[in-house]
């Protein structure tokens, strides 16, 4: 049983701070989300465990985290239902070959370089209980991210999300994220059918029938809901129940397949349908309770999974530099690379670059996976969380140094973007 | 073909095939590529008799130890533990296959021997069991305490895959 003194203590004492450290971010300019993830690390041995180890021992005993992860974690899935619910594979359709190929290289730039880079970290930072392949297939996967939520918020605040750069980026963002999930479930089947017992050709068949059930089944179940937004306006306390449920369903299939239970949700968001205002309908009934109150607790659990401590010495300091600048050449570098080869201007392929070194919470959500099962060290953990929060934390500045332009930094007070959803959760 | 598609093509290749294919090259270099051996996981500490040598240091030690002992790896470097006693860490590195850590306390008494530091030298041996681990354990810098020589064996395997829930 929880101690719900303890538990209900933690809850309020992670939102208050959230609140107050993403409303300082806020007043810099940054996306609330990039001080909420802040947040998390304050409250983790890093800060809080290191200048108070007694306060910290009495807020977060080891025996009441179980919890707390598990509120969390219900606060992912319905955000990765969400992120689901914002991709819209029509549009990705209709882009353009300069956006497929940002897209693209966007993810095997990084890819590569952080393969190359595990050359180098495997013998200093891993264990012979990880293969190299599924090591170096995480890193690439961790570092091809990009955080669609965060990029959205950007594009939304500065006015920038109906030009050019806003529409390849957000594109290119949901492709790579789809691409990155596809890797990591990949990565996941391989680790767990090494120590269990079901074969993972079993796995695999298993994994497709679902998605096939879920793409050309469930998918044409779920266009009832379309039709009576359109002709109520609105959907019944039952058809939403029914839709958690659903979604809900879908992840605990994906965990019983041996994937994991956020690619379920994940999956039941995508193939939602997709009309805007639909879309946003949906997403105002989730996002206030996971915005403000379950997701911050994920930022909380992290903090405390994330020990800087243990960055120790000029050598781990090192490996962390490196982290970040391997990550940011292969994904700021290789998407500026990639659009100016395409034919755009300069300063909007730099642009288009730093909004796709954006990794956030998207990032934060596969690193927790890697954690979990044991694929990085915990100190590896730990300086990939800090590359998380610094190529995040440096897209708005980099971007007021790239586009300076006034059109471009035109920040409404309030901005509707029916077909983006998911600006709050940024 | 269009001169924009000709392009289009070009830059794919150069772009996006060509490092896939050094990406292929990498995971297959990478394979001979040697990592530290594991020894994250709890181990449970067996001391040898101290032949009557013993001192409130030496006792105090043998208690710390007695317990489970968990030790968090990151590659070469280790932080160990005791799951009973959050106020008690070492921090070690990991050579080939010895183990070397040192431990601090956030409260000097607890370590029972009025602040000095806690030395943890060990031999991993891979071939027996989960692995296990022999050395001594000492405190360098305190004239009353004597070397205990010990025996760990590794109570649980911490494999990749296996569910890390809620550990901090």
Redesign the interface.
Do not use: C, W
């Given at each position: 049983m929880p101690n719900l003194f303890t538990l209900v203590l933690q809850i309020t004492v992670i939102l208050a701070v959230c609140r107050v450290t993403g409303g300082l971010f806020r007043r810099f300019h940054q996306p609330r989300v990039v001080g909420e993830m802040f947040a998390g690390i304050l409250l983790?041995?890093s800060l809080l465990g290191w200048v108070a180890?007694h306060f910290s021992?009495y807020l977060?005993p080891?025996g009441s985290?179980?919890f707390l992860?598990?509120l969390s974690q219900v606060g992912v899935v319905v955000f990765m239902f969400l992120v689901g619910l914002g991709i819209n594979p029509k549009e990705l359709k209709h882009q353009s070959?300069a956006a497929?190929?940002v897209s693209?290289?966007s993810i095997?730039?990084p890819?590569?370089l952080a393969?190359?880079l595990?050359?180098y970290?495997?013998?200093?930072?891993?264990?012979?209980?990880?293969?190299?392949?599924?090591f170096?297939?995480f890193m690439?996967a961790a570092m091809s991210v990009t955080a669609f939520p965060v990029l959205a918020r950007i594009l939304v605040e500065r006015g920038m999300m109906k030009s050019k750069l806003g529409s390849v980026a957000i594109a290119c963002a949901a492709v790579d994220d789809v691409t990155g999930w596809c890797i990591l479930a990949y990565i996941v089947v391989l680790?767990?059918a090494?120590?269990?017992a079901t074969s993972i050709w079993v796995t695999l068949a298993g994994i497709l029938l679902f998605a096939a059930i879920m793409i050309y089944g469930v998918r044409f179940l779920l266009r009832g809901y379309e039709r009576a937004f359109r002709k109520h306006g609105e959907i019944s306390e039952n058809g939403m129940a029914i839709l958690i449920l659903l979604a809900m369903a879908s992840a605990l299939c994906t965990e019983r397949l041996g994937i994991h239970l956020l690619f379920g949700s994940f999956l039941m968001g995508a193939i939602m349908p997709k009309e805007p205002k639909f879309v946003r309908y949906i997403v105002d009934r989730f996002e206030t309770v996971t915005v403000t109150l379950l997701l911050p607790l994920f930022f909380a659990f992290t903090g405390?999974?994330t020990?800087i401590g243990?960055v120790?010495g000029p050598a781990?300091w090192f490996y962390c530099a490196l982290i970040i600048a391997v990550a940011a050449a292969g994904k700021l570098g290789?998407s500026m690379?990639?659009a100016r080869?395409?034919g755009m201007p300069w300063r909007e392929a730099a642009g288009l670059g730093t909004l796709m070194n954006t990794r956030g919470l998207m990032g934060l959500v596969i690193l927790d996976i890697g954690?979990?099962?044991?694929?990085i060290?915990?100190?590896?953990f730990s300086m990939m969380v800090v590359m998380a929060l610094v190529t995040t934390f440096m897209a708005v500045p980099l971007l007021d140094l790239i586009c300076p332009d006034q059109a471009l930094r035109t920040v409404p007070k309030r901005v509707s973007v029916p077909d983006v959803p998911l600006q709050e959760i940024a | 073909m269009s001169s924009?598609?000709r392009n289009?093509i070009f830059?794919?290749a150069f772009?996006?095939i060509l490092?896939?294919a050094?990406?292929a090259g990498?995971?297959k270099?990478?394979?001979k590529?040697?990592?530290?051996?594991?020894?994250?996981g709890l181990w449970n500490f067996q001391f040898e008799s101290s032949h009557g040598a013993t001192s409130t240091c030496t006792d105090a030690l043998v208690t710390l130890f007695e317990k489970t002992v968990s030790i968090?790896?990151?590659?070469?470097?280790f932080?160990l533990s005791m799951?009973d006693d959050?106020?008690i860490t070492g921090?070690g590195t990991l050579s080939g296959t010895k183990l070397q850590a040192a431990f601090a306390s956030?409260e000097p008494a607890a370590v029972g021997c009025a602040g000095h530091q806690q030395v943890l030298t060990a031999d991993l041996d891979r071939k027996v069991g989960r692995g296990t681990l022999a050395g001594i354990l000492s405190a360098p810098n305190c004239p009353s305490c004597a070397p205990l020589a010990f025996r760990a064996e590794r109570a649980s395997?911490?494999?990749?895959?296996?569910?890390?829930?809620?550990?901090?």
């Open positions: 983790g041995p180890p021992a977060f080891a985290l179980g992860n598990a070959h497929v190929l693209h290289v095997t730039a890819f590569v393969s190359v595990a050359l970290l495997y013998p200093r930072l891993s264990d012979e209980s990880v293969s190299f392949t599924n170096a297939l690439g680790i767990r090494a120590h269990h405390l999974r020990n243990l120790k781990m290789g690379a990639a080869l395409s954690l979990d099962i044991r694929i060290s915990p100190a590896l | 924009s598609n289009f830059a794919y772009l996006v490092p896939l050094a990406l990498v995971l270099s990478g394979r590529l040697a990592a530290p051996p594991a020894i994250d968090s790896q990151s590659g070469t470097t932080v799951p959050a106020r921090v956030s395997i911490s494999a990749p895959g296996t569910p890390n829930k809620g550990d901090h």
